[in-house]
Nanobody, 126 residues
Framework: QVQLYESGGGTVQTGESLKLTCVATGITDGYHSIAWFRQTPGKEREFVAVITWSGSKFDYADSVRGRFIISKNNNENSATLQMDNVKTEDTAVYYC???????????????????WGQGTQVTVSS
């Protein structure tokens, strides 16, 4: 059973940095990818970033490219989302997700990820 645990959310000001961590348990093969999505009230869940289990491939939403970095810590079976130069529009609940055989085309589709964490709140104030 795959389980995901997010941590690191909080409140920061515009331009500051925040790091989110997703610890994955129960993943026993190298075919899974770890992704971050975010959601604000009344809106659809939005893709943020994805990384393969090996850490060799990754992709970002245009809205965060150049500001956020996703990385994989294989020793700890965790993925980190480093959020730099945050903006008020980054305020959301951030979810970690895991799915297998994710491609660059399907990475943005939340239905491709059967496993989800509980979410962590990120609030950016101006």
């Amino acid at each position: 059973q795959v389980q995901l645990y997010e941590s690191g959310g909080g409140t920061v000001q515009t331009g500051e940095s925040l790091k989110l961590t997703c610890v994955a348990t129960g993943i026993t093969d190298g075919y899974h990818s770890i992704a971050w999505f975010r959601q604000t009230p009344g809106k659809e869940r939005e893709f943020v970033a994805v990384i393969t289990w090996s850490g060799s491939k990754f992709d970002y939403a245009d809205s965060v490219r150049g500001r956020f970095i996703i990385s994989k810590n294989n020793n700890e079976n965790s993925a980190t989302l480093q959020m730099d130069n945050v903006k008020t529009e980054d305020t959301a609940v951030y979810y970690c997700a895991a799915g297998s055989l994710i491609t660059r085309t399907t990475a943005k589709l939340q239905e491709k990820y059967p496993y989800w964490g509980q979410g962590t709140q990120v609030t950016v104030s101006s």
